[in-house]
């Protein structure tokens, strides 16, 4: 047998039902050399270090999770998506894009929708945690532009920043998690949240509809008076100024400096 | 097992000891859990090693290997680049890893002589080869494109395996030797796995040590293993995750005879021990380096 048939046949076995462990087919087991042990307690072992340790790593992405559905229900649904949907690169850090969308479609998690919006949060978190570094726009880079010419500036959001928004109490349910006191918070809140990095530690900062619908548009690209009309259009009372004094205090948005196109 | 006999002399015209830290040749693995412990009470070893997919992006993590950078010497031991797959290796991830090597200049780079990726999938475990010409052309394939992508030599470290494949045309020594001929590379001899392959598939350990082109060890590893029953037998199992046994130890000592003062790391990546336990071992394989190598270790400035 080929190397590449090798390869391609244990990848398969590796992330089969652990029964096919057992029965590997006769082509397959006959590569493999004798000994006294039998070739399924000897496959087993990749298996447990393959799956078991894909599925432990990930697990510790979701504390949060972890304590809305338990140990046991958690790590279950992990290993599943893991076997259907293994990592694709040599570096686990970025893993498991496709999460939330699996908790959605997941039959055991049916009765909680709000489960793949917090585990989109808890992504967020864990990719803000390994984002590239970078540096925060220094204001007075801001100050020193013409009216004219920072009307047509793209202000870039921190490379970690991701946004979110959900028709669950994302914010409140974290918040609970973190400190389970008293009653679980009402499941049904329009929640908007930016996740990102200003140097070290991770934040998660609550929006208003109105910041995070400005904040969507300037990390789509659009130039700073372009998408400060579009927030005027749908929301009347946005105060720009208290948004910029806020947000520059934040750090939220790159340094010019580090993309070439608006240095 | 037969008792060590090796009288080969040391390789004192190893090339690739010419970066050895120069007071101490022993490392740990730096490991999370060591960060603050490490910058706060710098630990008497001589290098440090970490898996540099642990590195790739930002933050914290980052940000401590760089502190610690400025104190120790660094090797980047990858886990990732499936040098053993018949798919070449990832551009992203060479990419990744160049940058990392470019920020901390480590003074030695290395992978392993296993697979990982296959199709879409990496799974992310030190997968098994056959060891025939096939399997050299691919591995050979990849180390040749890892090196030219990084403009510098890497070692490439001997596996534990579970399997052994029955079409094998080479001993596994035979393979890694052919492997470093071939491309030039180093090799990475972790004394644990050969001890672990000797149980697991029965052979002489200390044969596989002087089967080894000497001049080409770059560096040593030592690590716990743990013997895990199995259908009636016992599979030994390369855990890193307890102080390293006293068989491999006995063959360590074996191989400082044959290779010289090869810097030697020890690497514990479950079950975390104190820093004065890791140090404690690291102690014990520089007593072993000094008082069983002459002469092998050379510094490029001396």
Same mark, same amino acid.
């Given at each position: 047998m080929r190397l590449n048939d090798i390869q391609e046949k244990f990848r398969d076995l590796m992330l089969d039902d652990p029964a096919a462990l057992e029965s590997v087919p006769d082509d397959f087991a006959a590569v493999f050399a004798e000994g006294d042990i039998a070739l399924a307690e000897r496959l087993k072992v990749y298996r447990?270090?393959?799956?078991?340790?894909?599925?432990?790593?990930?697990?510790?992405?979701?504390? %949060?999770?972890?304590?809305?559905?338990?140990?046991?229900? %958690?790590?279950?649904?992990?290993? /599943?998506?893991?076997?259907?949907?293994?990592?694709?690169? @040599?570096?686990?850090?970025?893993?498991?894009?496709?999460?939330?969308?699996?908790?959605?479609?997941?039959?055991?998690?049916? @009765?909680?929708?709000? %489960?793949?919006?917090?585990?989109?949060?808890?992504?967020?978190?864990?990719?803000?945690?390994?984002?590239?570094?970078?540096? /925060?726009?220094?204001?007075?880079?801001?100050? /020193?532009?013409?009216?004219?010419?920072?009307?047509?500036?793209?202000?870039? %959001?921190?490379?970690?920043?991701?946004?979110?928004?959900?028709?669950? /109490?994302?914010?409140?349910?974290?918040?609970?998690?973190?400190e389970p006191e008293g009653l679980p918070p009402p499941i049904q809140k329009p929640t908007f949240l930016m996740v990102y990095r200003p140097l070290l530690a991770v934040e998660t900062l609550a929006l208003a509809e109105d910041e995070y619908s400005f904040l969507l548009d300037l990390s789509d690209g659009a130039p700073l008076a372009e998408a400060a009309g579009r927030v005027f259009d749908n929301f009347a009372r946005f105060d720009l100024q208290n948004f910029m004094q806020k947000h520059l205090a934040l750090e939220t948005f790159r340094a010019f400096s580090v993309f070439a196109e608006n240095a | 097992m037969t008792a060590p006999s090796s009288t080969d002399p040391p390789s004192s015209s190893n090339p690739y000891l010419s970066d050895v830290p120069r007071d101490d040749p022993v490392g740990i693995g730096l490991r999370y859990p060591y960060y603050q412990e490490i910058l706060e009470?710098?630990?008497?070893?001589?290098?440090?090693?970490?898996?540099?997919?642990?590195?790739?992006?930002?933050?914290?993590?980052?940000? !401590?290997?760089?502190?610690?950078?400025?104190?120790?010497?660094?090797?980047?031991?990858?886990?990732?680049?499936?040098?053993?797959?018949?798919?070449? #290796?990832?551009?992203?991830?060479?990419?990744? !890893?160049?940058?990392?090597?470019?920020?901390?200049?480590?003074?030695?780079?290395?992978?392993?002589?296993?697979?990982?990726?296959?199709?879409?999938?990496?799974?992310?475990?030190?997968?098994?080869?056959?060891? +025939?010409?096939?399997?050299?052309?691919?591995?050979?394939?990849? &180390?040749?494109?890892?090196?030219? !992508?990084?403009?510098?030599? &890497?070692?490439?470290?001997?596996?534990?395996?579970?399997?052994?494949?029955?079409?094998? +045309?080479?001993?596994?020594?035979?393979?890694?030797?052919?492997?470093?001929?071939?491309?030039?590379?180093?090799?990475?001899?972790?004394?644990?796995? &050969?001890?672990?392959?000797?149980?697991?598939?029965?052979?002489?350990?200390?044969?596989?040590?002087?089967?080894?082109?000497?001049?080409?060890?770059?560096?040593?590893?030592?690590?716990?293993?743990?013997?895990?029953?199995?259908?009636?037998? #016992?599979? #030994?199992?390369?855990?890193?995750?307890?102080?390293?046994r006293d068989t491999v130890w006995d063959i360590y000592v074996h191989a400082v005879k044959r290779f010289g003062r090869v810097p030697t790391l020890i690497e514990w990546d479950q079950d975390f021990p104190s820093m004065e336990t890791l140090v404690g071992e690291a102690a014990k394989a520089r007593m072993i380096l000094f008082e069983h190598s002459s002469g092998g270790f050379k510094h490029a400035a001396e």
């Open positions: 447990s270090n393959i799956v078991g340790g894909i599925s432990d790593n990930f697990f510790k992405t979701f504390p %949060l999770l972890e304590k809305l559905v338990g140990e046991d229900f %958690l790590k279950q649904m992990i290993r /599943a998506f893991v076997l259907a949907h293994p990592p694709s690169a @040599g570096c686990l850090n970025a893993y498991g894009e496709g999460f939330p969308d699996f908790v959605r479609a997941y039959e055991p998690a049916q @009765g909680l929708p709000y %489960l793949p919006d917090m585990a989109a949060l808890e992504l967020a978190i864990n990719r803000a945690y390994y984002a590239p570094d970078d540096a /925060a726009l220094n204001p007075q880079d801001l100050a /020193a532009l013409s009216e004219t010419t920072l009307g047509e500036r793209i202000l870039r %959001l921190r490379t970690s920043a991701v946004l979110i928004s959900s028709p669950f /109490a994302l914010d409140a349910l974290r918040k609970f998690c973190l | 009470r710098p630990p008497v070893v001589g290098w440090m090693e970490v898996h540099p997919e642990n590195y790739f992006g930002g933050g914290i993590h980052r940000h !401590f290997l760089t502190k610690i950078r400025e104190q120790y010497p660094l090797s980047l031991h990858a886990v990732g680049l499936s040098l053993g797959s018949t798919a070449p #290796v990832s551009d992203d991830h060479l990419k990744k !890893f160049k940058e990392l090597i470019d920020l901390t200049q480590p003074f030695i780079v290395s992978d392993h002589a296993s697979w990982s990726a296959s199709g879409n999938a990496h799974l992310n475990d030190l997968l098994p080869l056959p060891y +025939t010409s096939e399997t050299l052309d691919a591995l050979c394939r990849n &180390i040749e494109r890892t090196q030219d !992508f990084f403009g510098r030599q &890497i070692l490439v470290e001997n596996p534990s395996t579970y399997v052994a494949f029955k079409n094998n +045309t080479m001993t596994e020594y035979e393979f890694m030797n052919e492997a470093a001929r071939r491309t030039g590379c180093g090799l990475l001899l972790d004394i644990n796995n &050969i001890y672990v392959q000797s149980r697991n598939h029965g052979f002489d350990a200390y044969e596989y040590i002087d089967g080894i082109d000497a001049a080409r060890v770059g560096e040593l590893h030592l690590a716990g293993h743990t013997e895990r029953p199995a259908g009636g037998g #016992v599979i #030994v199992v390369d855990t890193h995750n307890r102080p390293v």
